[in-house]
């Protein structure tokens, strides 16, 4: 019997779970630890609360979650309730899945003003994780300005154009729908330092900008290529243009009927955010590209804001004595191989980048190599203690580890909680979550 720890049940976690028991069969035993008392990370607390079709692969998850060889161990934190090497002593292979929870700096003056954040923080606090449940953005002013030209930036826009009535069915929690409800904000720039034809954006998701009730997307014609340039892109990316160019062409009287506009502005690299407490404005400098890459040209202007999410991508956090490539903000990796019997998957290994379903293929490539590991004798005899020796280890140390079992009626109070025609309403506090699952 081998005994397999994956540290994260997200995605990434969860693919694994499921690529190991296929790999091994009966032989493993694995324990799917989450610093949070609930699992699924991203698709709880990551994808919007308005794609609900999307989280529906939660159901998959659960499906290898009830399965008799795989354990869920909620509440515990690798770092604060036991260390790397401690798990490393009592697993056989450890698989660090634990994504790219942190924003990424923008690293510009002003970066700490008022009513400023990143999208790991924003899109948490819509989201109910408990991390950043009690952010409490300022939403009384005219103008947000989100950073990015990626699917998040696209979220957070939507998120922020939506009508209370357009969150019927989705399980945003019930703080921001409030706050969203009294919202004043009535402009939102995107903004993007490269191109329409470097966008980031998917067209299913940017395609639902042109589906609001009251707000319209606004791309100004001038800033778009000349159409016989979409031919070499990439069909996806030409379908994200198509939708640019249908925005662009939506004529002024119809978008007028729309309250709150959706602004796309290109070529803008954000050099300052301006402001005395709280942020006023954007100091943005006008690029070019260069091989791709965007320069300045030196021509600043400012831009209103009374908000700013930073959509602009996320680091994993750092594990003490994990080799760690600072420059990718993810675990230094060969192919997921980070040490004998320690890998990594998902974000972690690769970075913020790809598909809930991009994880799938990676799960079943690091599931390959523990296999391999095994097999050519890198992880040794089969001699370690597992999971007995984590609950003796546990119990020692007085940690509440909450099982499957006890998400299952964390869940069922969140349905019983629900608003009507929700599918859920979260907690957003570990405590009550915990009490919940008691
Ligand atoms: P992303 O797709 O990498 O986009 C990041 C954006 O931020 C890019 O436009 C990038 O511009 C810009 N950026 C980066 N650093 C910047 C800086 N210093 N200043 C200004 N702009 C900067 O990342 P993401 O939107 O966070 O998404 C992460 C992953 O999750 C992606 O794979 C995404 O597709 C996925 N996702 C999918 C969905 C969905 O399918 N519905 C929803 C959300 C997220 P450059 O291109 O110039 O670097």
């Not at 014609?221 to 939708?243: N, Q, T, Y």
């Not at 005899?381 to 007085?398: C, H, I, Q, S, V």
Request: charged share 25%.
């Amino acid at each position: 019997m081998r005994h397999l720890a994956i540290i994260g049940s997200g995605p990434a976690g969860y693919y694994t779970a499921e690529a190991a028991q296929k790999a091994f069969g009966d032989d493993i035993a694995i324990d799917v630890f989450d610093r949070l008392p609930v699992p699924y990370g991203l698709i709880r607390s990551g994808v919007a609360p308005d794609h609900q079709s999307i989280k529906a692969v939660s159901r998959r998850y659960e499906k290898v979650a009830l399965s008799d060889n795989v354990r869920f161990v909620g509440n515990v934190s690798i770092g604060r309730d036991l260390s790397i090497d401690e798990l490393r002593e009592l697993y056989d292979a450890v698989v660090l899945a634990t994504g790219a929870p942190h924003d990424r700096p923008l690293d510009i003056p002003g970066e700490s003003l008022g009513n400023v954040f990143g999208s790991a923080a924003f899109v948490g606090w819509y989201n109910g994780h408990p991390q950043f449940a009690g952010l409490d953005p300022d939403l009384s002013g005219k103008t947000a300005v989100v950073i990015g030209m990626g699917n998040v930036a696209l979220d957070v826009a939507r998120i922020l154009a939506k009508t209370p009535a357009e969150f019927a069915g989705s399980d945003i929690v019930a703080h921001a729908l409030a706050a969203l409800a009294r919202s004043s904000i009535e402009r939102i720039v995107l903004l993007g330092r490269r191109g329409p034809h470097q966008i980031m954006m998917t067209p299913k998701e940017l395609g639902e900008l042109g589906h609001l009730t009251a707000a319209s997307p606004y791309v100004t014609a001038a800033d778009l290529p000349p159409p016989d340039e979409d031919a070499i892109l990439e069909p996806g990316v030409r379908k994200s243009v198509a939708h640019l160019r249908a925005f662009a062409a939506t004529p002024e009287d119809i978008r007028a009927e729309k309250a709150k506009e959706i602004e796309f502005v290109f070529m803008s690299n954000p050099k300052a955010l301006i402001g005395k407490d709280k942020v006023e404005a954007v100091e943005i400098e006008r690029t070019f590209l260069n091989h791709g890459r965007a320069e300045g040209t030196g021509e600043l202007r400012r831009i209103p804001a009374d908000l700013v999410v930073a959509c602009i991508g996320y680091r994993t956090s750092p594990i003490e004595g994990v080799p760690f490539d600072e420059r990718a903000g993810r675990f230094a990796n060969d192919a997921g191989r980070i040490l004998p019997g320690l890998y990594c998957v998902g974000w972690a290994r690769r970075g913020p980048s790809g598909t809930i379903g991009t994880n799938r293929p990676d799960g079943y490539a690091v599931a390959e190599q523990i296999a391999d590991d095994v097999s050519t004798g890198v992880l040794g005899a089969a001699r370690k203690k597992g999971r007995p020796g984590f609950d003796a280890l546990a119990a020692e140390r007085g940690l509440e580890v909450v099982k499957f079992s006890d998400w299952k009626k964390i869940e069922e109070a969140e349905e019983q909680a629900a608003r009507e025609g929700a599918p859920r309403e979260k907690f957003v506090d570990v405590e009550a979550m915990i009490r919940a699952g008691r």
